[in-house]
């Protein structure tokens, strides 16, 4: 079904619609997309998506990050961090397993709190100004993120919505970045029907939907068709 279809758990005789079909139909009131507020995502869309401004300078830093430590319990997963990242920059983090890439990341990105040190992203402090640094940046996670019984474009429109951006931009983002990484035959496909390169893809898509100022890309090449 659509996504207005499933926007709307319950059917005209009162009985709950089902997304998909078989075993792994679902009761859509549970679905990712039918938890959506249709009518206010509308009313406030248009706010929510005006251009953030992003307090960096030419003398300040995209990322800073100084004595960072970080535990888990009696394991020391992150040893006094410091690393400065230039605006311009395309930056990589390389190491072993288990070195501490994806806890940095994820201490950048405002998802975990470090044990001890300071960080910033975009001006903005990780710790105390989380939910700035999460409106202005894109990630694409190293895990699969993306609802497989859903579409590529439904998830992406999906994930749209729930940043607000308004119907005719969202549109135009998808269709130039399905263009951009050569997916566009692949639109209208179930995302659990696509190789893991194009799955790959399609979440690589996601992260840059809402035009970050900065994109965090953990694992981006893992299993990526050229």
């Not at 953030?52 to 535990?71: A, N, S």
């Not at 399609?202 to 992260?207: D, K, V």
């Amino acid at each position: 079904p659509g996504l207005d279809a499933i926007a709307q758990p319950v059917g005209e005789d009162g009985a709950k619609r089902r997304v998909g079909s078989g075993p792994e139909a679902v009761p859509a009131v549970d679905h990712p997309v039918a938890l959506l507020d249709v009518a206010q995502r509308r009313a406030r869309r248009e706010e929510r998506h005006r251009r953030l401004p992003v307090t960096i300078t030419p003398r300040r830093p995209l990322i800073e990050l100084r004595g960072i430590e970080k535990y888990y319990g009696s394991f020391h997963a992150l040893k006094g961090i410091d690393l400065t990242v230039p605006r311009g920059s395309i930056f990589g983090l390389l190491g072993p397993n288990g070195a501490g890439k994806t806890t940095t990341i994820r201490v950048l990105l405002g998802l975990i709190k470090p044990t001890s040190g300071r960080a910033t992203v975009l001006g903005f402090d990780v710790v105390k100004q989380a939910n700035e640094v999460k409106r202005r940046i894109g990630y694409m996670s190293q895990r699969f993120s993306l609802y497989g019984d859903l579409t590529v474009r439904e998830n992406l429109w999906m994930f749209s919505q729930l940043y607000g951006m308004p119907t005719k931009v969202a549109e135009n983002r998808i269709d130039a970045l399905l263009k951009a990484l050569k997916l566009e035959h692949k639109k209208n496909s179930k995302v659990r029907t696509l190789s893991t390169g194009l799955r790959q893809k399609a979440n690589m898509i996601r992260g840059f939907m809402t035009d970050p100022a900065l994109i965090f890309l953990d694992e981006p090449t893992l299993g990526l068709d050229v």
